[in-house]
RNA sequence: GGCGUGGUACCCAAGCAGCAAGGGAGCGGUCUGCAAAACCGUUAUGCGUGGGUGCAACUCCCACCCACGCCUCCA
């Protein structure tokens, strides 16, 4: 399969480390507020980029991050930490409110038919990891203490430092947009660990002593240090959003290798945002839209999901209520195929023609996620009259539905309609068999009150909730 | 100011040198007592604008316009 690596801005042949096994580290969610529409995106793609390596016969060891720890609301030793925030405005320690919303979390992924990665791990149990990292660094000299007692790490001595964001370290403008540090020995320095008694923000709750005195870790160490333990020095694939890029996945980088003198990640995937249209969502700015916001719409988390599968995980997705409401059909009606796939049959199979849409998917899906092109190749064979049967049909498809995930063989069951709905059916029926069809409408205008749609189909009545 | 991405029908969105995918919506039709669902047909001589290179350009090159992202925590 090919794939997008960031690393060499070119789609490339991916090969694992170890044959039939792959390393896959994923950014996790920060835990002190809910997770939006805009960081499901990106888990949503990760999702699709892990069914990919396991339909490709992979085995996968996949670890995802909390983040626990809070993150000063600006990178330099200064800014109110976000957990800190969480707490005064809710009243709770820290540790529930990180249950809490990791709790959420995971609630939201499993709607959205994520996979669960195979180790979770929470960045406050890691902290002896993350001083251990910071030892070694220090030991290979990279790091120096500020006036203030901080540790940070000297880019000035990592001599690739930038060059995975294409970074022109001459010409950025450091201080255009944040005050300069003055504990500083270069502002593109960045925090190893913080130290509680140079902070000025005193309120700081979550601490621990360290070499360096009492504190708490830099941002970027967490992730360096986490994917090292489970995954080893060098692993296959680290995930994120595209924002990361820049900063957060360029100081990792630098940290791990600083600390180790090896090449640390092979590739990185990182899936680009999701737009309103007034720009893009993100939980500082708080214009978010979350899972929950829609399904209280009555919306299926999955139309979501198919959302996302309809635009290629580099581009920006624009997001709106018309666009969620064309997934919602497009699903809709996929899933009303399948149905109708299933519980009927049709014409002779031609073995080649089935190889023939098996293949421009799995082409599709290789050709580093190609989703939209993968959805087209499952409109083409729903909408195939001449050489397949239903059922071959409906079984490739759901064999699909293992990469795309949208529970395609779900049937919208009328098992649970209420009894008040089962006699207005039976009264209908017994108008529509008098062939009294003024009250039989009417009938069915009440079961529509009532929250349900009649469908006579050819096979029978079915009852659906609108 | 620097770096980067993108502008394809009413909306979303593939394609990226050789007849412009797919979905949604609208319209017309089949089916139906009527609906609904489903299906069929239909909607870009055109791919932001202006130049250039090529037998051939939405696709490559240059300029310009517009939008968005990153350079600050952020998916």
């Given amino acids: 399969m090919k794939i997008y690596n960031t690393l060499s801005r070119k789609k490339e042949t991916f090969k694992p480390i170890e044959k039939d096994f792959v390393s896959l580290y994923t950014c996790g969610p920060t835990v002190y507020n809910y997770a939006h529409i805009g960081n499901l995106r990106t888990y949503v793609f990760e999702d699709i980029f892990k069914r990919t390596l396991l339909s490709n016969g992979y085995k996968v060891k996949h670890v995802m991050n909390i983040t626990d720890v809070g993150h000063l609301t600006s990178d330099e030793d200064e800014g109110e930490d976000k957990m800190d925030v969480a707490v005064a405005r809710e009243k709770k320690t820290p540790e529930e409110i990180a249950d809490f919303y990791a709790d959420a979390f995971k609630e939201d992924i499993s709607k959205l038919n994520i996979l669960q990665p195979d180790i979770w791990c929470k960045a406050t149990e890691h902290i002896a990891d993350m001083i251990k990292l910071v030892e070694r660094i220090e030991k290979n000299g990279y790091s120096y203490v500020g006036k203030n007692g901080n540790v940070y790490f000297d880019t000035s001595k990592f001599a690739n430092y930038g060059n995975f964001a294409k970074l022109d370290l001459d010409n950025l403008q450091s201080g255009a947009r944040i005050e300069i540090d003055e504990d500083k020995k270069h502002p593109r320095d960045f925090v190893l660990w913080f130290l509680t008694k140079g902070s000025k923000f005193k309120g700081h709750i979550l601490k621990w002593n360290s070499p360096w005195g009492e504190g708490w870790p830099g941002w970027h160490i967490e992730c360096s240090a986490m994917s090292i333990k489970y995954l080893g020095e060098n692993f296959d694939i680290h995930c994120g959003g595209v924002d990361h890029i820049s900063i957060h996945h360029t100081n990792e980088i630098a940290q791990a290798e600083a600390a180790t003198g090896k090449k640390w990640v092979n590739y990185w995937?990182?899936?680009?945002?999701?737009?309103?249209?007034?720009?893009?969502?993100?939980?500082?700015?708080?214009?978010?839209?979350?899972?929950?916001?829609?399904?209280?719409?009555?919306?299926d988390p999955l139309a979501f999901r198919y959302m996302c599968l309809n635009t290629h995980y580099r581009k920006k997705l624009n997001f709106d209520w018309e666009g969620l409401d064309s997934a919602r059909n497009a699903l809709s009606t996929l899933r009303e195929n399948i149905r109708i796939l299933k519980e009927t049959d049709g014409l002779k199979t031609a073995q080649e023609k089935i190889e023939d849409y098996r293949s421009k998917f799995l082409d599709a899906i290789n050709d580093d996620l190609n989703m939209p092109r993968a959805l087209e190749v499952v409109w083409k064979l729903i909408r195939e009259e001449e050489h397949i049967n239903n059922q071959k049909k409906y079984e490739i498809l759901l064999e699909f539905d293992k990469i795309l995930g949208l529970d395609l063989g779900r049937i919208e069951t009328s098992s649970k309609i209420p009894k008040e709905i089962d006699a207005l059916i039976k009264k209908r029926e017994e108008y529509r068999k008098k062939k009294d069809w003024e009250k039989a409408d009417e009938v069915r205008e009440e079961i529509r009150k009532k929250g349900y749609i009649i469908e006579d189909a050819p096979e029978g009545i079915r009852v659906k909730p609108i």
């Fill in 269 to 299: 995937l990182h899936g680009e945002f999701l737009i309103m249209k007034q720009g893009k969502m993100a939980k500082s700015v708080g214009n978010f839209v979350t899972l929950k916001s829609l399904t209280d719409k009555n919306y």
